[in-house]
Structure formats: structure tokens, C-alpha cells
């Protein structure tokens, strides 16, 4: 119960710092970028939720405490947050690296918020389908709710969002299995990952080379606008939280499921694997709901920054 204990106290300064978030951005959402911070804001708040009432249950469970079946569906209803968010979260930031990219490339494209708009509901209701896909699976094939050790094992310490609809089409072998598992990670997680390290670079291009030109006074980027130089640097931290805490991920989803890939051995996974994958799957998207929310508020104006930081602060103490 120590790693969830450590993931109720990230998650609760997760929940503090993003609703920071959230309040400073709500004014100036009007503009794209505060827009993007806030949806960004909303997501890892839902995180931080979903872990924290996941914690919660993980420890009750390992504690040996019996859940009634309310309990039973609210470790249902922390899978949905958990799995939902997280993947909102990741595809919010993949827009975010790409419109500032775009901002930095192309000082003057204005990018269109509604065609990002569509594209933020249709990727929620994608995920939100499949999660309660998985939801409902749980509820009614693998009857769960007589066994709380396997629920949290498979919702909490193993999650594979999506695996109700793929188990479905594909063969249930165990290199298949490893295939799968692997899909169902690497399209919301190392795929959007990959693409922010890759813009990413694009924007550090675009930065040193404007800091070493003299004469297009005009860039958005130049020496002469500090605060828009000061907001492409933000989100490349932004942007550089979110790739390392997916290499992060996929470090550890490798550690695991590496066998799976290559062999046709269904292995049982150790209490020690399913701690890597719970690191993988829920703590370092954690780190990043807490971390980024973290650099958004150091970088603003220095007025709300100390002041939201205090109030953390004392929110802590209390």
C-alpha cells in the first residue's frame, strides 16, 4: 500500500494544483493557448481524481477490507476517470506542442479553435465509449464483483483500456495478447509522445534560430516579444514533462511485456510487474498532471503564481 499512499498524496497536490490551473486560465480561455491549458487543466484534474479514489480502494483492498458492492462500482467508476483522462490529457498536449509549433514556424497562421474543438469531443467520446465498453465487461462477463483483489488487479494495477473490444477480433494467444496490450498503449500514450518529441524539436529550431537573427523584427519569436518567447518556452516544458513521462511509461510497459512479444508463454505477472505497470500506466501520468500544472503557474505572473502556490501551500497544512 505504499506506492498507493505515495499516489493519494501526488494526486491530491495533482487535484490542488490544476484547479489553480483551471481558476487562473478561466478569464483568458478566449485566446487558444490559455483554452488549451485549461482543457489540459480539467483533464489532469480528472486524473488526479480517479487516482486518488483509486488509491483509496487499492489500500482498502490489500488491506484486506472487503468492499461492499457500492465499493465494487466505485472502482468502476475510478477506472473510467483514470483511463478516460489520462488519454484526454496526452491528446490535449499533443495539440497543444502542434499549434505552438505551428505559432512558431508561422507567426502569422492563425490557427482555427473549432475544427480543435471537434477534434477534442470526438477523441473524448472515443475513449469514453471504450472505457465504459470496458466498464460494462467487467460488470457482467468476468462477474468481478465477487473477487476485489482481481477487480483492483485488473482495473487498477493492470490496466488495459480497450481490451473488451479488441479481445473481441483477435486471437487470445499470448504473443497476440502482448500485441494487443501493446497497441491499446502505444496509440494514446507513445504515439502522441513521439510526436511532441518530434515538434518538440521543431520548436527549439525555430527558437535558437530566432534568437540568432537580427532582422525579422516581426517574428513572434524575436527578442523584441519577450512574453510571447516566454509562452513558446513554456509550453516546450510543457511539452519536454510530458515526453519524458511517457519514455517514462514505456520503459516500464517493456519491463513487463517484453516476453509477451516475442513468445507464445502465458506467464502469470508478480506482484513486483504489476507494480511496474501501475507506475507506468497511472504514476507517470500523474507526474505529469502534477508537474505540468506546476510549470504553468511558475511561469505566470509572478502575482497569482505565489499567490495559488500559497494557497497550496496552506491547503497542505491544513
Known amino acids: 500500500g505504499i506506492n498507493a499512499e505515495y499516489g493519494m498524496l501526488l494526486a491530491v497536490l495533482a487535484i490542488l494544483l490544476n484547479s489553480s490551473v483551471i481558476c487562473t486560465y478561466w478569464s483568458t480561455s478566449e485566446s487558444l493557448v490559455p483554452l488549451l491549458y485549461l482543457c489540459n487543466g480539467v483533464a489532469d484534474l480528472g486524473c488526479g481524481c480517479g487516482v486518488l479514489l483509486q488509491s483509496i480502494l487499492l489500500v482498502l483492498v490489500l488491506g484486506d477490507v472487503e468492499l461492499p458492492y457500492e465499493g465494487s462500482i466505485l472502482v468502476l467508476i475510478s477506472y473510467f476517470l483514470t483511463a478516460f483522462f489520462t488519454r484526454l490529457s496526452s491528446f490535449i498536449n499533443l495539440l497543444l506542442a502542434v499549434c505552438r509549433s505551428i505559432n512558431i514556424a508561422n507567426p502569422f497562421y492563425h490557427v482555427q479553435r473549432c475544427p480543435l474543438k471537434i477534434a477534442m469531443a470526438l477523441y473524448a467520446a472515443l475513449w469514453a465509449g471504450i472505457a465504459v465498453s470496458d466498464c460494462y465487461s467487467f460488470a457482467t ?89 516566454r509562452s513558446a518556452i513554456t509550453i516546450l516544458l510543457v511539452t519536454c514533462v510530458y515526453v519524458t513521462s511517457n519514455i517514462a511509461a514505456l520503459v516500464g510497459w517493456l519491463t513487463v511485456y ?35 500544472p506546476l510549470i504553468l503557474l511558475l511561469r505566470g505572473s509572478s502575482k497569482s503564481s505565489w499567490s495559488l502556490l500559497n494557497s497550496v501551500k496552506q491547503s497542505l497544512h491544513s
Open 258 to 292: 517484453r516476453r509477451d512479444l516475442i513468445t507464445d508463454t502465458i506467464h502469470q505477472s508478480t506482484w513486483i510487474e504489476l507494480a511496474v505497470l501501475y507506475f507506468s500506466s497511472i504514476s507517470c501520468p500523474l507526474f505529469s498532471a502534477f508537474l505540468i
Open 141 to 229: 462477463k468476468h462477474k468481478i464483483f465477487s473477487d476485489d483483489v482481481y477487480l483492483m488487479e485488473s482495473t487498477a494495477l493492470k490496466p488495459e483500456v480497450g481490451w473488451s473490444i479488441i479481445n473481441t477480433i483477435s486471437y487470445k494467444t499470448a504473443k497476440m495478447n502482448g500485441v494487443n496490450s501493446f497497441i491499446l498503449f502505444f496509440i494514446p500514450f507513445v504515439l502522441p509522445a513521439v510526436m511532441c518529441f518530434l515538434l518538440m524539436l521543431v520548436q527549439v529550431y525555430h527558437l535558437q534560430k530566432s534568437a540568432k537573427s537580427t532582422s525579422s523584427s516581426s517574428s513572434s519569436v524575436s527578442s523584441s516579444s519577450p512574453s510571447a518567447r
